[in-house]
């Protein structure tokens, strides 16, 4: 990945709690290309990372903008930033990556949005545009002023909108939606845990390259039983992993930098190849194909079914 610095061009308010932030490069130059759906992590002063879903189009190589929503539980990142962060300061940032591509060869596409998970819909709803693909967007908020972008969204006709706080409003029926959608539809899912949910329940009997979706947070917390071990196939180091502590923990207090964001196995920053071994996955990324391949693991969630794992650390 690309480490780079790059300032606050403008922050804009988009709804309430949810700021958008442009970040330009400091010198007239390219920055690195992204897809739809792709995101980037603010690398905090406070010592934080936190990863941000890239809400413009990937054809803009002159900027990348991302939604911050201020979390009420906020472990210091989205709050440091809404209080801290300012035009004309620079930040450092890590990526792009993406975890949540877009299919531009589908026929048809629906996305499901939910509060803050529009952000990643934003930048695909714009290449499905590009590609003058076949799309629709159903858009769910308790509010309709507390849905970030609407103004823009209303305009389009392929979107509509759900807002079940309001006087007469209710629940979206996602098992409706999907059952109602076309069988050549590709299904595309980002908002609270609930949401993704029963997204996943309702799209169980589904092919699993039609279902795609983006968690935030974790659904279950991370694997720290340890008693194992942890060889490091570059550096021959061999760590113990104690109990109470998952494998980032052991190698970052063992003098190992290694990159990471979430610390929940939503964002994919440390995703990290294994050479030998079963490890105990716990996180939102991998599929169920590459969880059974065992070759990859997200160690800031992931723990070991085995009494080792070899690493290519």
């Known amino acids: 990945m690309v480490m780079q610095s790059l300032y606050i061009k403008s922050v804009t308010w988009e709804a309430p709690h949810i700021l958008s932030y442009e970040l330009r490069p400091l010198e007239s130059v390219e ?14 002063p406070n010592g934080l990372t936190r990863s941000y879903s890239l809400v413009n189009s990937q054809n803009e190589r002159h900027r990348y903008v991302v939604s911050v929503q201020k979390d009420r539980a906020s472990r210091g990142g989205s709050q440091w930033i809404h209080e801290n ?42 290449r499905m545009k590009v590609l003058k693909r076949d799309w629709e967007l159903i858009y769910c908020a308790r509010t309709r002023e507390g849905a970030a972008f609407r103004e823009s969204l209303e305009k389009e006709p392929r979107a509509r909108f759900n807002f079940d706080g309001e006087p007469g409003g209710r629940l979206i029926d996602i098992a409706a939606l999907v059952r109602d959608a076309p069988s050549n539809a590709h299904l595309y899912c980002c908002g609270p845990t609930p949401v993704l949910a029963a997204f996943q329940e309702a799209t169980e ?9 983006e968690y935030f947070a974790a659904q279950e917390p991370p694997a720290t039983e340890g008693g194992f071990t942890v060889m490091l196939a570059k550096s021959g180091r061999k760590l113990t992993v104690l109990p109470g502590k998952t494998i980032l923990e052991t190698l970052r207090e063992s003098g190992f930098d290694v990159p990471y964001s979430c610390g929940q196995g939503v ?11 079963v490890p105990d996955h716990r996180d939102l990324i991998l599929t169920t194909k590459e969880r059974a391949s065992n070759n990859r693991m997200m160690i800031c969630c992931s723990g070991s079914k085995t009494d080792s794992l070899v690493l290519d650390l």
């Open 205 to 213: 009997g589904l092919p699993q390259e039609r279902v795609h979706l």
């Open 267 to 277: 964002c994919g920053t440390c995703d990290t190849t294994v050479l030998e071994g």
């Open 31 to 44: 920055l690195p290309p992204f897809t739809a759906g792709a995101h980037i992590d603010l690398v905090l």
């Open 85 to 126: 962060l300012r035009s004309g300061d620079v930040v450092t940032v890590d990526g792009p990556r993406n975890h949540f591509a877009l299919d531009e060869t589908a026929e048809k596409t629906i996305f499901i949005a939910a509060g803050i998970g529009i952000t990643p819909i934003m930048s695909m709803i714009d």
